[in-house]
């Protein structure tokens, strides 16, 4: 089962990272001055909460528009991370990057990178419609692969909000 939910999804699944890699590079590149820093104490009910709201605009919003709105939505947030990361870095170095920003954010990254492939959902479905109608290929929609995907992705998220709460810090 999950040699099938990769193997289906991971088109999906590299639109996402291109995307993300060249949104956050774009944000980098733009970003000329310093940054300044406020930290700020993160609790892990609001911080999973924020979060959830972005893999469900990103989830949900692919689904009622094809693809767009996830996309559009993660290249905003990869180019405002890739800005910030630039921007903090030029100021305060390397340190409140790898302290602050890389402790939870592979985790979290990976997680909307999941949900942005699931708002394809729709986009994949009418592609499985589309060859069926041509009898050119009887591809079965798997709704266990769906699931699977969902629940890496939040388990992923509450991993996230987790050492976002206790171990991350500027």
């Known amino acids: ?4 939910t990769i193997r289906s999804h991971l088109p999906y699944f590299c639109v996402s990272l291109a995307v993300y890699g060249i949104c956050f590079a774009f944000g980098a590149v733009i970003v000329s001055e310093k940054l300044t820093i406020h930290p700020t104490s993160m609790a892990f009910w609001p911080t999973l909460a924020h979060n959830f709201m972005v893999g469900a605009i990103l989830m949900f919003g692919g689904w009622l528009t094809l693809g767009v709105v996830n996309t559009v939505y993660l290249a905003y947030n990869a180019a405002m991370l890739g800005a910030i990361v630039k921007g903090v870095m030029k100021g305060y170095g390397l340190h409140p990057i790898i ?4 402790p939870h954010g592979i985790t979290e990254i990976m997680s909307h990178l999941l949900f942005c492939t699931l708002g394809y959902e729709t986009w994949r479905l009418l592609h499985i419609v589309k060859k069926r109608a041509r009898a050119e290929e009887t591809e079965p929609l798997h709704i266990r692969d769906v699931v699977l995907l969902f629940t890496a992705a939040s388990i992923l998220l509450v991993i996230s909000a987790l050492i976002e709460a206790t171990v991350s810090h500027a």
């Open 1 to 4: 089962m999950i040699g099938r």
């Open 99 to 102: 302290t602050g920003i890389l």
